[in-house]
């Protein structure tokens, strides 16, 4: 199978966060025997989303997106999805209670705009964030799989590791593929002379 990383936020394209997301999620889904054409990032633009969205939906099997589901106004990652997959968006009780929840334990106001947080597209999968307030979601159209992380990586790999890694594996009856790759280091020798003398190796 076939997966693709979509990681949104305008934060990531002004080089104000490294996008170590990527680098984590595309590991993670080697070693689980999918095989990582495309990484896209995309700023906090509905519309240059859903065009993202529609093109990864006609080339690859599973779409992995990070970020964009908090709380404010410029977090479109959810309802993107949504207007794509033609979902209606409708609150969840079950992460209305983990949000409010949260809150309460910390001592904190909940703001109105949390109540963002738990608004669901239809027919979605809700995966429990045990780490903060935005919880992950799996969908399905036409076949494909489409799977929201959010953002902060305190969040998203735990919620990986637990929950989605597992998921992946099951989606493929026969078992998940291997990928064998090897790293070796080669000092004083530059790139062009190596290629030379491994050049048999790209016919395997």
């Known amino acids: 199978?076939?997966?693709?990383?979509?990681?949104?936020?305008?934060?990531?394209?002004?080089?104000?966060?490294?996008?170590?997301?990527?680098?984590?999620?595309?590991?993670?889904?080697?070693?689980?025997?999918?095989s990582c054409y495309y990484q896209t990032v995309v700023g906090d633009n509905a519309?240059?989303?859903?065009?993202?969205?529609?093109?990864?939906?006609?080339?690859?099997?599973i779409l992995i997106l990070s970020g964009g589901l908090g709380p404010t106004?410029?977090?479109?990652?959810?309802?993107t999805v949504a207007q794509v997959c033609a979902r209606r968006l409708t609150e969840d009780a079950g992460s209305l209670s983990r949000i409010e929840e949260y809150f309460?334990?910390?001592?904190?106001?909940?703001?109105?705009?949390?109540r963002k947080q738990a608004l669901v597209p239809?027919?979605?999968v809700v995966v429990d964030n045990d780490n903060g307030t935005?919880?992950?979601?799996?969908?399905?159209?036409?076949?494909?799989?489409?799977?929201?992380?959010?953002g902060p990586p305190n969040e998203l790999i735990p919620m990986f590791e637990k929950?989605?890694?597992p998921y992946l594996l099951s989606l493929d009856p026969d078992g998940p593929s291997v990928i064998y790759s090897?790293?070796?280091k080669i000092c004083g020798l530059g790139e062009s002379g190596v290629e030379t003398m491994i050049t048999d190796l790209e016919a395997l």
């Open 1 to 34: 199978m076939t997966v693709e990383l979509i990681c949104v936020g305008t934060e990531l394209l002004l080089g104000n966060i490294v996008n170590t997301n990527a680098a984590w999620l595309a590991e993670q889904c080697a070693a689980l025997g999918l």
């Open 163 to 165: 929950k989605i890694a």
């Open 104 to 114: 309460r334990e910390r001592g904190l106001r909940m703001t109105d705009n949390n």
């Open 182 to 184: 090897r790293t070796v």
């Open 47 to 61: 519309q240059r989303l859903a065009g993202i969205l529609r093109t990864g939906l006609e080339r690859s099997d």
């Open 73 to 79: 106004q410029d977090d479109l990652t959810k309802e």
């Open 122 to 124: 239809e027919g979605a």
């Open 134 to 150: 935005a919880p992950g979601l799996i969908l399905e159209k036409d076949g494909k799989r489409i799977i929201l992380l959010p």
